[in-house]
RNA sequence: GCCGGAGUGGCGGAAUUGGCAGACGCGCUGGACUCAAAAUCCAGUUCUCGCAAGAGAGUGAGGGUUCGAGUCCCUCCUCCGGUACCA
C-alpha cells in the first residue's frame, strides 16, 4: 500500500478506537478535566451538512491534544430529536415520528463516526429518549414548584413563600390561586401566534414578520391557555452575569440586546375628575407609590422623565384594561371600530405599516402630575399592551414616533429639551418652534422649577420629585417576554401536569403536578398524527385511559400540550455527564467534578435563544441547588457558516449544497476536516472550494510520502528516514513548528497551525536525510488535525499502540535561536537593504553595518542624520534630511 | 434606524498587536522526470513602468498621530449577521 489511501486507513481506524474504547471518559475527571461540548444537531432527513463538522472538527482538535496533554477529556455527542419535521413527516405518512426519528439518528451517527471525531460513544443521548425526557420533565416540575424572590433575587421551593393572612383567610383554594399566580411555570389566557397552516401555536422567536420562521406561513393572534415560563424574573441576573463569562463580546452584545434592559420612571396621570386632582395629589402625598393600581389612574413608564413637562397627550395601547372606562360616549363607536381593526391586525400588518401612526382620541384627558394639565387619552396600536404599563405620556418634541403621531392628528408640540452646541443653530431654532424632534441630551426648558437642569440630573431630580410624593418611582422595563412554553404537537415532551375535572368532567381550574415517582409520562399511542386544525393539540385525540387518569380517588385531564423543541436542549450538557443514571439528572457529585463546559461551540444561530433558555433552566436549577454553578457554559465560540462555492448560502435550492459524504469518499475524512480547518478563521463565514479541499488532500499525500516510501510495494519507510542527529537548521523547524502548532491549537486558529505544518513538510521534503525523532513529533502534531493518516504512520513508524493518550511534544526555546539574524533598514521609512548581524549585537555596531551598507548610504549621502530608530531584533530606520 | 462583525494579490487567507505587507494553500507560468500522459519534484508569481539592474505605487475612501500605520484616532462608503413602534 504505498499510495495514501484513506478509504483503507480510516475505516482500520475507526473500528480500532471503537474496539479498544480509545476515548471512553472517566465517570469523574482524573486531575485536570476538561468537558468539550458541541452544540448536539437535529437529526434532519438530509443527513450531515458540511457546516456541522466545521464546529464539531474544532472541539475534535482540542480534545484530541488535550488528552495528549495530560487532560480528561469529556468529548460526548448526542441528538436534539424532537421537532416539527418528524411530525410532519408522521401527518403525511401515518408512521410514527419515532421510527423516522431513528432512522435519521442512525444516519447521522454512522456519517459523525465515518468522520473520526472523538466522542465518548458509550454516553450518547436523544432528547426523544424516554429515559431523557423523564428528566426533562422533572425539570419542568422543579421550574413549576419554584417562585422567585424579588428581595434575595433567586428561585425558591414554592411551600417558602409567605402568604399574605388575607389570602390565608379564604381557604385553600385562595392560597392554591396565590401560588399558582407567583410560579415559575405558570399558565395564561395570553394572546398566542396561532398559525393554521402548522396548526400550532408558535413562540413570538418563531414569528418573522408575521410569518412562521418554518414554511413561511401566515400568523394570526388569538387567545388561548398557554404555559409560559417566567425567565423575566431571571432578567437582571441573566445580563449580569454575562459579564464573568469568556464569550465573544458581539454575542454578549446580542443577548443584552435581547434582554434590552431600561430604566426610568413610572408615573401616575390622574384620570378622576378634574375637580377632584388636588385632593388625589394630597392623598398621594401622604403614602407610599401604590403596587396596585384604583381605577382612577393611568400608570404610564417612560425613560425620559425630564419630559414630562412636555407631554401633550397621553396614548394607550388598544388592549388596555381602562379603554373601557376612558371612553366617553361620543368616541366609543369610533374607539370600538379601532380596537376590532387593531386586533385584526397581524404583526406583518403592525411592522411594515410602522411610518403609518393611526390612533383614536378616547374623549377623556389625564391631568400630568407634574404641572396639572389635562392632556387628551389617544388610543393608538404604537404603543404595545406588553410592554411597560401599556400606556405612555407622549412627548412629541423629543420623540420620533410621538412627533409623527402629533403631526399626523395636529396635536401641540411643545419643546422641553434646549438642543446641546453640537446641533447647528438652525436645527436647534427648528425645536424650539416644534417644528423639529429632538431625542437627544440638553437643558430643560419650559419645566418650571426645572428650567437649566441637564437631562441626566432632571431625571433623577424629577424621579426623587415624584416618589417623595407617591406619584411616580423608579422603575425598569425589559423587552424580553415570559417564555411561551407550550406547543399544540404530539411530538414533543409531555407536561407533567394533570387537571381536575369536576363531577361533570369539567376542569376545576386546580392542577397538579404529576408526583416525580410516577415519571416519565410517555406519549400515548395515536391512530393518526393529523392535526384538526383547531388549537387544541392532538394528544387531544389520545386514548381514554392515558388522557384521564385518576388519583386518590380524583378524575384528572392530562395537560395535552407539549414542551417546544428547545425544552430538550435546555440541559443536555448536564445528563452527559451521567447519562444512565436513574435516581436523579445528574450525580452532583460527577456535576462538581466537570462542570462548567469548559468550551462550547456552535452556530450563532443559537447565540440568542438557545444560550438564553438554557442559561435560564441553569439558573433555577443552580438556585434549587441541583447544580452547582451559576452558568452553564464558560467558554464560548461561534463557527461561521460555510458558504457556496459561489459564496452564497448552501441551499437545495440554489443547488450549491456540499456533501460530507461525497467528500469522505473521493478525498477522505481527514482531508475534509484539514480542510475544513484550513479554510479560514473559525468564526468567520467562508466559501467552499473544491479546489482547496483538493490542496489539502495533497498536503496529506505530501507528509505521508516524507515518511512512507510510496514506491514499495509494502508499507514501509521512506529511506531518507534514519536515526540521524537533526541539524541545527532541523531542530529550528521542529521547535517552531511544535511552538507555533501548540499556540495555534490554544487560540483555535487552527488555519494558521496546519499552514506551519506545511512549511514543516516543506522543509522535510527537500531533506534526504530525516530524522525519525522529527518525523515522529510531526506526526503526533498533525494527529488531532488528522488522526487517521497519524496513527497510520504513528503505526509505521514502529509503535504499536495508538497515539491518542503519547505526550504532546514540547518545544525547546533554545533551539529556535539563530546564531546570527537579518534585520531590514529603512532610510526615511523606506526600506533600502538588509544586513546580517548576530542576534546579540548591540545597537551601536547595528547602527554601524546599516550605515554601512552601501544602499543605505547612497540614499544617506550628503544629507543630514536627523534620528536613527533601532529596534533590536526588528529592524532599523535611519531619518535624514535634506 | 439601532447593535454587532468585516473590507488585504486572480481566489481562500497570514501578519509577535505600531516594525520587512502578502506566511500557507489554491490557481497560473516555466522547468525536470516520461516515448507520451497522469502522478511527483523544482523554480517563479501584488500591481505599474522596464530587456534588465532598478524605480514607483499599494491593505474600501479621505484626513490625522508617529521615525514608522493593514494595525491607533476622526469622517465617510460598501458588504454580512442580528434587531426593529420596547416609550
Redesign the pocket.
Known amino acids: 500500500m504505498p499510495r495514501y489511501n484513506p478509504a483503507a486507513i480510516e475505516p482500520k481506524w475507526q473500528a480500532y478506537w471503537e474496539q479498544h474504547q480509545t476515548f471512553a471518559a472517566p465517570r469523574l475527571p482524573a486531575g485536570d478535566g476538561l468537558y468539550v461540548l458541541d452544540m448536539f444537531p437535529y437529526p434532519s432527513g438530509n443527513g450531515l451538512h458540511v457546516g456541522h463538522p466545521e464546529g464539531y472538527t474544532a472541539t475534535d482538535i482540542v480534545c484530541r491534544a488535550a488528552r495528549m496533554q495530560g487532560k480528561s477529556v469529556l468529548h460526548p455527542m448526542g441528538f436534539d430529536s424532537f421537532g416539527l419535521p418528524a411530525e410532519e413527516h408522521a401527518i403525511r405518512t401515518g408512521v410514527h415520528p419515532r421510527i423516522q426519528t431513528e432512522k435519521n439518528i442512525s444516519t447521522f451517527r454512522r456519517q459523525l463516526k465515518m468522520l473520526g471525531f472523538s466522542y465518548d460513544w458509550g454516553r450518547e443521548i436523544a432528547t426523544t429518549d424516554v429515559d431523557y425526557f423523564r428528566w426533562t420533565q422533572w425539570i419542568f416540575l422543579q421550574i413549576y414548584d419554584t417562585w422567585f424572590d424579588p428581595d434575595e433575587q433567586r428561585g425558591r421551593p414554592i411551600s417558602e413563600l409567605p402568604i399574605p393572612g388575607a389570602v390565608a383567610a379564604q381557604g385553600p383554594d385562595a392560597v392554591c390561586a396565590y401560588q399558582d399566580e407567583r410560579r415559575l411555570a405558570y399558565q395564561s389566557e395570553a394572546p398566542v401566534n396561532w398559525c393554521p397552516a402548522l396548526g400550532t401555536v408558535l413562540a413570538n ?1 418563531e414569528v418573522v414578520d408575521g410569518r412562521s420562521e418554518r414554511g413561511g406561513h401566515p400568523v394570526v393572534r388569538m387567545p388561548l391557555r398557554q404555559w409560559m415560563l417566567r425567565i423575566t424574573a431571571y432578567a437582571d441576573r441573566l445580563e449580569q452575569d454575562l459579564g464573568g463569562l469568556d464569550w465573544h ?2 454575542i454578549k ?2 443577548q443584552r ?1 435581547w434582554i ?1 434592559r ?1 430604566t ?1 420612571a413610572e408615573a401616575d396621570f390622574y384620570i378622576g375628575d378634574k375637580s377632584s386632582f388636588d385632593g388625589w395629589k394630597s392623598a398621594r402625598g401622604s403614602g407610599p407609590f401604590p403596587a396596585k393600581l384604583a381605577d382612577d389612574v393611568l400608570r404610564i ?4 422623565p425630564d419630559t414630562l413637562f412636555g407631554a401633550t397627550y397621553m396614548v394607550i ?1 388598544p388592549e388596555h384594561p381602562l379603554v373601557e372606562r376612558l371612553t366617553t360616549p361620543d368616541h366609543r363607536a369610533a374607539v370600538e371600530a379601532y380596537r376590532q381593526q387593531a386586533a385584526a391586525k397581524s404583526d406583518l400588518d ?2 411594515e ?2 411610518q ?2 393611526t390612533g383614536v382620541f378616547t374623549g377623556s384627558y389625564a391631568i400630568n402630575p407634574v404641572n396639572g394639565e389635562a392632556i387628551p387619552v389617544w388610543i393608538a ?4 399592551i406588553s ?2 404599563t ?1 400606556a ?1 405620556m407622549a412627548v412629541p418634541a423629543h ?1 420620533e ?1 410621538d412627533f409623527a403621531f402629533a403631526q399626523e392628528y395636529s396635536i401641540p408640540i411643545r419643546p422641553v429639551v434646549q438642543p446641546g452646541d453640537h446641533i447647528p443653530r438652525e436645527e436647534a431654532a427648528k425645536v424650539l418652534a416644534g417644528e423639529q424632534v429632538y431625542v437627544e441630551s440638553g437643558v430643560a426648558i419650559n419645566s418650571g422649577q426645572f428650567n437649566g437642569l441637564r437631562t441626566q440630573e432632571f431625571k433623577e431630580r424629577i424621579t426623587a420629585w415624584l416618589a417623595q410624593r407617591g406619584l411616580g418611582r423608579q422603575a425598569v ?1 425589559y ?1 424580553l417576554r415570559d417564555w411561551l412554553f407550550s406547543r399544540q404537537r404530539f411530538w414533543g415532551e409531555p407536561f407533567p401536569i394533570l387537571h381536575e375535572l369536576d363531577s361533570a368532567g369539567k376542569p376545576t381550574g386546580r392542577v397538579r403536578a404529576v408526583p416525580e415517582e410516577q415519571l416519565p409520562v410517555d406519549l400515548p399511542h395515536l391512530d393518526d398524527f393529523k392535526p384538526h386544525g383547531r388549537p387544541e393539540p392532538p394528544l387531544d385525540k389520545a386514548p381514554e385511559e392515558w388522557l384521564y387518569p385518576v388519583v386518590e380517588g380524583k378524575r384528572y385531564k392530562r395537560e395535552t400540550n407539549t414542551m417546544p423543541q428547545w425544552a430538550g436542549s435546555c440541559w443536555y450538557y448536564l445528563r452527559f455527564l451521567d447519562p444512565k443514571n436513574a435516581q436523579a439528572p445528574v450525580d452532583p457529585a460527577i456535576e462538581q467534578a466537570w462542570m462548567p463546559v469548559d468550551l462550547y461551540i456552535g452556530g ?2 443559537h447565540a ?1 435563544l438557545h444560550l438564553l433558555y438554557a442559561r435560564f433552566w441553569h439558573k433555577v436549577l443552580y438556585d434549587r441547588g441541583v447544580v452547582s454553578t451559576p452558568e452553564p457554559f464558560q467558554k464560548l465560540v461561534n463557527q461561521g457558516m460555510i458558504l457556496g462555492e459561489n459564496n452564497e ?1 448552501m441551499a437545495k435550492s440554489r443547488g450549491n449544497v456540499v456533501n460530507p459524504d461525497d467528500i469522505v469518499r473521493e478525498y477522505g475524512a481527514d482531508s475534509l476536516r484539514l480542510y475544513e480547518m ?4 473559525l468564526e ?4 467552499w ?1 473544491m ?2 479541499v ?3 488532500c ?2 496529506l ?2 507528509a505521508w ?1 516524507m515518511i512512507i516510501d510510496d514506491r514499495s510495494d509494502r508499507v514501509q519507510l521512506n529511506p531518507a528516514i534514519g536515526d540521524w542527529p537533526p541539524t541545527d537548521e532541523d531542530q529550528r523547524v521542529i521547535h517552531r513548528t511544535i511552538k507555533s502548532v501548540t499556540e495555534d491549537i490554544a487560540k483555535l ?1 487552527f ?2 497551525a ?2 506551519r505544518m ?2 514543516f513538510t ?1 522543509h522535510f ?2 531533506q534526504d536525510r530525516r530524522p525519525r525523532v522529527a518525523m515522529e513529533q510531526f506526526v503526533l502534531l498533525l494527529s488531532p488535525f488528522a488522526p487517521h493518516i497519524a496513527e497510520e504512520l504513528w503505526q509505521s513508524l514502529g509503535h504499536d499502540q495508538t497515539l491518542a493518550y503519547e505526550p504532546w511534544p514540547q518545544h525547546d526555546e533554545s533551539l529556535l535561536a539563530e546564531a546570527t539574524i ?1 534585520l ?1 533598514v ?1 532610510v ?4 533600502r537593504g ?1 544586513i546580517v548581524v548576530s542576534t546579540d549585537a548591540d545597537q551601536g555596531s547595528i547602527l554601524a553595518a546599516a550605515r554601512a551598507h552601501p ?1 543605505v548610504a547612497e540614499y544617506t549621502a550628503g544629507k543630514a542624520e536627523v ?1 536613527a ?1 533601532v ?1 533590536p531584533g ?2 532599523v ?1 535611519i ?1 535624514v534630511k535634506g
Open positions: 422567536e463580546e458581539g452584545a446580542l440586546n434590552g431600561s426610568g413608564y417612560t425613560t425620559r395601547a403592525r411592522t405599516l410602522s403609518e401612526k396600536d404604537y404603543v404595545l410592554y411597560g401599556g405612555i420623540d414616533r422595563n423587552k450563532a444561530e440568542v448560502k484550513f479554510m479560514g478563521p468567520a463565514a467562508k466559501p472550494s479546489e482547496g483538493n490542496g489539502v495533497n498536503f499525500g505530501r510520502r486558529s488555519n494558521t496546519i499552514a506545511m512549511e516543506n521534503t527537500k537579518e531590514p529603512q526615511n521609512g523606506k526600506l538588509k544602499k534620528k530608530v529596534v526588528r529592524l530606520n531619518v
